[in-house]
């Protein structure tokens, strides 16, 4: 009799029971498996995924971070250093204007402005200090008391009286610009506890500066001479006016020519121009002209401006017309990038109507594209403002005591003053320097965040 598991023909029976099986089961479970490998991976390669953004993210932020550290170090160390120079210190004395001093003015009006322009100023000053310290006999005595007053503060004097003749032959209580040391001295920035020899001051000055402030002779006060006077050889009478309002005239000059030239040259290249090579070989130069250093425009306003033309040296005229060419490729390429920002269907629909070619782009395409023109019309002449080498070429780096009147009289420039002023030997220039700096940099922010202001007020979203 056959056993049960056995085929009537003796072989082995294959049945459901019998050998390996290939059922649903194990089907279902050999896939569970795989995907749930497959899944793994996929979560294992997210979560790198997810560390690496978030590595680069906290790269990045630290960059920021990083950056604004250091901005924010160096316009701190620029404060610092200019703090000193928005204030002056100056001395109040009591100052005897005899009539002999102004000889015949009572004659006549020209008698009068005779003896205002020839009186002794320094003298009647000399003998109002010299009345405060009636011990210092010596002449050497009495020229260390003198170094303590600016020689500038004559000139002060004599404005005071001329302004107001009927002063003269009274006594008025003057205040008298110290010198750039004593200013120095009242900053804190000399230490009195240094040897005599390695000071400017002596010891004996330095009790006279005690005294003065001990009798309430000593005022503090905001330096307007800073911004109302133009440049000086002593650094308590030196300001920035001269360079504001040569640098003023220059960018005046500059953007009188750069602006209407690129907009011109931008509307050209990017709504008439045919595309050939002599197009793509100006685009190519311009975009090289970008990147050129500005010197070699001061080479070209020295050799071209100067030397050919014969312009004067030193004027704000020249020096804008060498900014001006500086400042072209950036407001033709930033007047292209606008032009292309405005959509096609713009120029379609104003040509379906019936414009011609020239009118879409003066009365729709223009327009449309004018504040990312200005924008960069703004960003050129503020980087035109922080330019120094090209002025240094054409002789703006000259001292020039006397504010400009016109575009052709001498000049200089906001970055020239700091250079200037740098290089000089006197400390106090040191405070000049950078709150010349300073006020640069606060132009250039101004200049900046108008051009972002613009944007974001005439900006239309497509």
């Known amino acids: 009799m056959n056993s049960p598991n056995h085929h009537p023909d003796g072989g082995p029976r294959n049945g459901p029971n019998n050998g390996p099986r290939s059922g649903p089961n194990n089907g279902a479970n050999d896939g569970t498996n795989s995907g749930a490998t497959t899944l793994d991976k996929v979560r294992g390669g997210l979560a790198r995924r997810y560390r690496a953004e978030k590595r680069f993210r906290a790269a990045g932020l630290a960059s920021i971070v990083a950056g604004m550290a250091f901005v924010m170090l160096l316009f701190g160390a620029i404060i610092s250093a200019a703090a000193g120079a928005f204030t002056q210190t100056s001395f109040t004395l009591d100052v005897r204007l005899d009539e002999s001093a102004f000889a015949g003015h009572a004659a006549s009006p020209q ?228 032009l292309k920002a405005v959509p096609p269907s713009i120029r379609e629909a104003a040509l379906a109507m019936g414009a011609s070619p020239m009118q879409t782009v003066l009365q729709h395409t223009l327009p449309l594209a004018m504040p990312g023109v200005l924008t960069g019309a703004v960003i050129g002449m503020a980087q035109a403002l922080g330019e120094s080498a090209p002025l240094l070429m054409i002789g703006m780096v000259a001292f020039i005591a006397d504010v400009p009147q016109n575009f052709t009289d001498p000049a200089t420039a906001l970055p020239v003053q700091v250079y200037l002023w740098a290089n000089q030997a006197e400390r106090a220039f040191t405070e000049l320097a950078a709150a010349a700096t300073l006020v640069l940099l606060l132009f250039l922010i101004a200049m900046n965040l108008g051009a972002v202001l613009l944007r974001k007020k005439f900006e239309r979203r497509w």
Do not use: W
């Open 111 to 338: 008698a009068l402005q005779d003896a205002l322009a020839n009186a002794d100023y320094r003298a009647l000053l000399n003998r109002s200090l010299y009345s405060l310290f009636p011990e210092d006999r010596a002449r050497r005595d009495k020229k260390a008391l003198r170094g303590l007053v600016s020689s500038g503060a004559a000139f002060d004097l004599r404005e005071q009286v001329a302004a107001d003749p009927a002063v003269i032959g009274t006594a008025i209580r003057f205040r008298a610009l110290a010198d750039d040391e004593a200013d120095l001295f009242y900053k804190g920035k000399i230490d009195r506890n240094l040897p005599e020899n390695r000071r400017r001051l002596s010891d004996r000055q330095i009790s006279r500066l005690d005294r003065l402030a001990a009798d309430g002779r000593v005022e503090r006060h905001f330096n307007r001479s800073l911004f109302t006077r133009g440049d000086s050889r002593e650094p308590e009478r030196a300001g920035l006016l001269g360079a504001l309002t040569g640098s003023f005239f220059a960018l005046l000059v500059a953007f009188l020519l750069s602006f209407p030239i690129g907009i011109a040259t931008a509307v050209y290249l990017e709504e008439f121009a045919p595309r050939n090579r002599l197009t793509d070989f100006i685009e190519v130069n311009i975009n090289n002209l970008a990147a050129v250093p500005s010197i070699i425009f001061g080479l070209l306003g020295l050799a071209v401006f100067l030397n050919f033309f014969g312009l004067p040296r030193s004027s704000s005229l020249v020096g804008g017309i060498v900014l001006a060419l500086m400042t072209l490729p950036t407001i033709i390429i930033a007047g292209r990038a606008a």
